[in-house]
């Protein structure tokens, strides 16, 4: 199946110019992304479900790919660790992954933990335990960008297979402090589906109206939403969202038994609700284009 992204985010760099980020659609929609030290050329990729789209991109741009980055260990992001075992190619790589997993990272070289960082080249990354989609998930942050894995989408947040709902709520308001130009890069392109959601939610949110209209021209050309940013996760996200009057109240017209006395309890009624799906059924005319 074609991948949904037919025009990737064009290379861009990081905030301290250490880093040239480049984004490899793979799959029908996970995103890969590659990160080339500007200074040394150094280069690792984060996560990926399969091996082709990458070394063929890195063929194609003269890159020396020497490195992985691990987020977790579901097969959509280790996938490109057993693709490249396969092919002879991990062994003498350098794996970057969840210590707390080793293993299940094929090749792991380099166990982290949170606080750890993490030397790409010249640039240096921190290394953050975000757990809540599944224990033992990290995000890497390199100066202004932001690698989440399946934690943190445009406009959403990964389903809870380990939660509980405390430690992803936790894990967000963790990534939701970073300063607000910090860019996300996630792993999947989800991020209309998840506005459909947020405007169910809270149609009054004027920022959320200005987000749809911007990623439906965008994805209408084939183009890719990713990456955000931190900022504008904080505006339009819903899982950030939960002090909203305005979803609150949606909350509890829609999940009348929902538990809304604490924060946490609030996103994981927000959680519930998305997971039930039923803003799928919301046609575009609902929204406002």
Not at 128 to 154: A, K, N, Q, W
Request: with cysteine; glycine share 10%.
């Amino acid at each position: 199946m074609a991948h949904v992204v037919t025009q990737p985010t064009a290379p861009f760099r990081t905030g301290n110019g250490q880093l040239e980020i480049h984004q490899v659609p793979a799959w029908q929609d996970n995103l890969s992304w590659l990160a080339v030290c500007t200074q040394t050329g150094s280069a690792a990729v984060v996560d990926g479900p399969e091996s082709d789209p990458v070394l063929a991109y890195c063929r194609d741009h003269g890159i020396q790919l020497d490195g992985i980055l691990n987020t977790h260990t579901h097969g959509d992001h280790i996938g490109i660790n057993r693709d490249l075992a396969r092919a002879g190619l991990l062994q003498g790589m350098r794996v970057v992954g969840p210590g707390s997993r080793p293993k299940d990272v094929p090749g792991i070289t380099e166990p982290v933990f949170d606080g750890d960082t993490v030397q790409l080249g010249s640039a240096v990354g921190q290394v953050m335990l975000t757990e809540g989609h599944i224990d033992g998930h990290v995000c890497y942050l390199f100066d202004d960008v932001l690698f989440c894995g399946d934690t943190m989408f445009g406009a959403g947040c990964g389903y809870l297979f380990d939660g509980p709902p405390a430690k992803m709520f936790d894990s967000l308001t963790r990534l939701a402090a970073l300063s607000g130009h910090t860019r996300v890069c996630c792993a999947h392109e989800y991020t209309e589906d998840n506005l459909r959601f947020a405007w169910m939610l809270e149609p009054d949110n004027a920022a959320l109206a200005d987000r749809i209209q911007r990623v439906w021209r965008v994805r209408a050309e084939g183009g890719c939403s990713v990456p955000s940013t931190i900022g504008e996760e904080r505006a339009t996200n819903p899982f950030l969202r939960g002090d909203s009057p305005t979803l609150r109240a949606a909350l509890a017209a829609r999940l009348p038994a929902a538990d809304l006395s604490t924060p946490v309890a609030t996103f994981a009624a927000i959680r519930q609700l998305k997971d039930d799906k039923v803003h799928r059924s919301l046609s575009d005319s609902t929204l406002p284009l």
